[in-house]
């Protein structure tokens, strides 16, 4: 009985593990993508020119796709706390499911409401008011990323709850400590630049493709130089941003940092930064490091000497696994100092008037494309691994979230999950990748090829073609 | 006594009744849509919907969201006891929701894709019928937590709820196209509107007498005196409803048989109403013993006093920007 509980706990952490890094996939690309249409139309509104209004349209149609597998995986999540997590979600309801009541009201209705008129109603309402719709749906994201995360935050750095009689988590009396719980600034910060950072790579890449089979197509030379400022402006961004991210997680939540940097002991006089190695969990000690004396301590307490406690302070209950967090957020970070290297690449190249020249840079970037989204995903398995082994920080445990679910049940919805997902989503990809192989056009039309929803319902290449000549 | 219990419970009510009324035309349309003609009338079906229907699954979203919301304990209860139906639901609505961009994306896999739109559509409805069907034959409860196996939502009785709403979203895609679109389409949409609305009202009254079996509470809240001379009314009014509806019909109106389609299922939720009131889950928990604490109520009916009228307002908007009849090319 005890061994089948326990599978049925694993086989729910595996269903949320894929099904929410599959449904991130999606957001960590429309929040960006939005934003960047939000860009392209106001700067077409302004100019005028009509380069603008055609990678507009172009995106537009990328930015469907990924808009509508956002929102089927994102309905998912929205049950799964109910059905797999059920005494998770009695016991948090009270304090994160107004939080995630608000994302509803303020966000996926005001990302849906306005969708409908971005993709279809330029001829209809008219250009400011279409660019309004976009703006709603570009702010929609945003919002929306604002009240999950704010929620994710909390059960990191749960603060400002009492613990009821019942066993629940009741609010205390202010929201706004619950909402603006301690690690919450940084992973908004963190997380809206990783997805503006995930676009650019991706756009950049789309960009760096047709640059290299031409290089005078101004749809290509466009989004590749805008990409590459993103590039070049938010890498670096984000790094800092990361480190504030990690201090903060340093000081409330040590043990993930622990597992991260891989130090099973304590360093009492600087801790050494190991840059490569392998965790060993048995011996307690990472095998063949490669490591920088005390750059640990200089990065997290910028001080050499400083005193940094390892996992030997932490009783092993309570302790992470070392292994994925280790290497996922080696990942995570290797792709950063990457993108950062693009970044600067760009800004030679533009210093020399070689942006779309080079074509180095050009494979580069396209090497690069995906770099955004592992990166993503890297980075959430470090923060919700290691979190482990609680859903909420310190308070509750992973074992006594679970619901009281038979394991054949959920290997069932697993293993249904893994069959449409690929299928689904992988088809899904499958159509970006072919919508993204496309030049941009100098009329970019909605129409032609494979139309959006049908031929003409998208009035917009209509009214844009006046405009892009 | 109107308390924030029972404002909570009314907003959650509402937030059904939007999500019948918006997205159960458009899982309608799914489920007739092999009956359809290939090429411009099946795209014509689509794009009458095409603009809204991520707006109109947002209410399901706010269903279950305000559910956790604002009672944390039914939402824990019930989503595991109707663990299948709910994950088929779920896939349902996946196939369905991409293949409104996929099949215009792969016109070598259209054909397929327009299965996939039917099939998703059938099952997220069917899944749909079913949890209410199992919710109201009772589900096992210990303490804090669903109780039963992983099978005990599946009975005749949640089958019949399942083809019963089945057969109501088909009507209501069906009067739906009537009122969207012309010609052929248009009098295939009133011939299924006709098969389809005597086939509800049969539905109906089946799942009424099945209803009365399940729990004496039902039973009692129904048929004892002097309740029944209130209760009668919602019977006798399905069967107006249902002429007047069919007046509509014969007089070839376009909008109006679409909104006394929805007047059915108004009525059929009322009737619901009654007989489950004042619990959360049927002839188990009451609502005030799942409510989430005051502050969060508090928290929440602020955010929902402010955001639920504008919403509608631009919900509104929407489809106003949409009106109309569409061609096979769009609105126009």
């Known amino acids: 009985m005890m061994i089948e509980q326990e599978w049925a706990i694993i086989l729910a952490r595996a269903q949320f593990a894929f099904t929410v890094s599959f449904h991130f996939l999606f957001p960590a690309f429309s929040i960006g993508l939005a934003s960047f249409l939000a860009v392209l139309e106001g700067l077409w509104l302004k100019t005028g020119k009509g380069v603008y209004a055609n990678l507009y349209r172009y995106w537009l149609k990328i930015f469907a796709v990924v808009f509508a597998m956002g929102v089927v995986s994102g309905i998912v999540m929205s049950y799964q706390f109910g059905t797999n997590w059920s005494v998770f979600s009695d016991k948090a309801g009270p304090v994160i499911g107004p939080l995630m009541a608000y994302e509803v009201l303020t966000a996926f209705f005001l990302e849906a409401g306005f969708l409908g008129v971005m993709l279809f109603g330029i001829n209809k309402v008219g250009r400011k008011l279409h660019f309004v719709a976009t703006l709603a749906v570009a702010i929609g994201t945003f919002i929306s990323a604002f009240w999950i995360l704010s929620v994710n935050s909390w059960m990191q750095t749960p603060v400002g709850y009492e613990i009821a009689a019942n066993g629940q988590f009741m609010p205390g009396d202010s929201w706004w400590t619950i909402i603006f719980n301690p690690s919450f600034p940084y992973r908004l910060v963190h997380t809206l630049l990783a997805a503006y950072l995930t676009t650019a790579f991706a756009v950049g890449a789309v960009g760096a493709w047709h640059l290299l089979k031409d290089k005078s197509n101004p749809g290509a030379r466009k989004m590749f130089s805008m990409a590459m400022w993103m590039a070049a402006i938010v890498a670096p961004l984000q790094v800092v941003a990361g480190d504030f991210h990690g201090i903060n997680t340093l000081e409330h939540q040590p043990a993930k940092v622990m597992a991260m940097e891989g130090h099973y002991e304590s360093h009492p006089n600087g801790a050494p930064l190991i840059l490569f190695g392998i965790p060993n969990s048995k011996e307690r000690a990472v095998d063949y490091a490669i490591e920088i004396p005390k750059a640990s301590s200089l990065i997290l307490k910028h001080d050499l000497n400083a005193p940094l406690a390892g996992l030997d302070t932490i009783p092993d209950a309570d302790e992470p696994p070392v292994g994925i967090v280790f290497w996922a957020f080696r990942i995570m970070v290797g792709l950063g100092m990457a993108m950062v290297t693009i970044g600067m690449w760009s800004l030679l190249a533009r210093a020399r008037k070689q942006l779309y020249e080079w074509s180095w840079l050009h494979k580069a970037a396209l090497l690069m494309g995906p770099s955004g989204f592992i990166a993503v995903l890297a980075g959430w398995v470090v923060t919700e691994v290691g979190r482990q082994p609680f859903t909420i920080y310190g308070v509750l445990r992973t074992v006594d979230s679970a619901s009281p679910l038979d394991a054949p049940a959920v290997a069932f919805s697993l293993l249904a999950f893994v069959v449409v997902y690929f299928a689904v989503f992988g088809m899904g990809i499958w159509y970006l990748l072919r919508l993204m192989k496309k030049a941009p056009e100098a009329h970019e039309s909605a129409l032609d090829g494979a139309p959006i929803r049908s031929a003409g319902i998208t009035p917009a290449p209509a009214v844009l073609e006046g405009a892009s000549a | ?332």
């Open chain 2, 1 to 332: 006594m109107i308390d924030l219990t029972v404002i909570w419970a009314s907003i959650i009510g509402f937030a059904i009744i939007a999500y019948v009324v918006m997205d159960g035309f458009d899982l309608g349309i799914g489920i007739l849509f092999p009956f359809f003609k290939v090429g411009k009338d099946r795209d014509t079906a689509m794009n009458s919907i095409a603009p809204v229907w991520d707006g109109n699954e947002t209410w399901l979203v706010m269903g279950v969201g305000g559910l956790l919301a604002a009672f944390p304990l039914a939402y824990a209860i019930i989503l595991p006891a109707l663990y299948a139906p709910m994950i088929a639901m779920l896939l349902g609505l996946v196939f369905r929701g991409v293949a409104f961009e996929f099949r215009w994306r792969d016109p070598a896999h259209r054909e397929l894709w327009d299965r996939a739109f039917t099939l998703g559509s059938f099952i997220a409805t069917f899944a749909q019928g079913i949890a209410l069907g199992a919710l109201l034959q009772g589900i096992t409860v210990e303490g804090r937590s669903y109780a039963g196996g992983w099978w005990e939502w599946l009975s005749p009785f949640s089958i019949l709820t399942g083809f019963g709403l089945v057969v109501g979203y088909a009507l209501l895609g069906a009067c739906w196209l009537n009122w969207k679109t012309e010609g052929a389409l248009q009098r295939q949409a009133v011939t299924y509107a006709g098969r389809l609305g005597i086939s509800l009202l049969l539905m109906i009254g089946l799942i009424s007498l099945a209803t009365l079996t399940l729990e004496a509470q039902y039973y009692l809240r129904w048929l004892s005196y002097p309740g029944v001379l209130a209760t009668a009314i919602v019977p006798i009014a399905t069967i107006a409803v249902t002429f007047l509806f069919y007046r509509s019909l014969r007089q070839t109106k376009d909008a109006q048989p679409f909104f006394w389609a929805l007047a059915l299922f108004g009525l059929c939720l009322i009737g619901l109403g009654i007989s489950i009131w004042p619990n959360v889950i049927p002839a188990r928990v009451t609502i005030w013993e799942a409510a989430a604490p005051h502050r969060s109520q508090v928290f929440m009916l602020i955010g929902a006093s402010i955001m639920v009228p504008i919403i509608v307002a631009y919900t509104a908007w929407s489809y106003w920007v949409f009106r109309g009849k569409v061609g096979h090319d769009g609105y126009h």
